[in-house]
């Protein structure tokens, strides 16, 4: 467990470098993906780990949600 405490910590620190990154849990990535259109989901399957995109991700995200439909209510939530 060490291992992962210090991996964290260094995850964080390098977080602090830059403003468009965010450590979130598992459950909370997962949530934010169920709730992304197929066109941005599409999208970042096209970037390479690591890879920032040019412009950031918030111009990248912005930019491939308007050019794609959002995504329609499930049957299940009517």
């Known amino acids: 467990m060490d291992a992962v405490e210090e991996a964290l910590v260094h995850i964080a ?3 602090e470098k830059a403003e468009d990154a965010r450590v979130v849990s598992s459950r909370r ?10 066109g941005i989901l599409a999208a ?5 780990a690591g890879e920032r995109p040019a412009g950031g991700w918030s111009t990248f995200l ?17």
């Open 13 to 15: 620190r390098e977080r």
């Open 29 to 38: 990535s997962a949530d934010w993906l169920d709730v992304r259109s197929p």
């Open 62 to 78: 912005r930019d491939k949600a308007r050019a794609t439909p959002a995504p329609s209510a499930s049957p299940s939530a009517a």
């Open 44 to 48: 970042l399957r096209s970037t390479d």
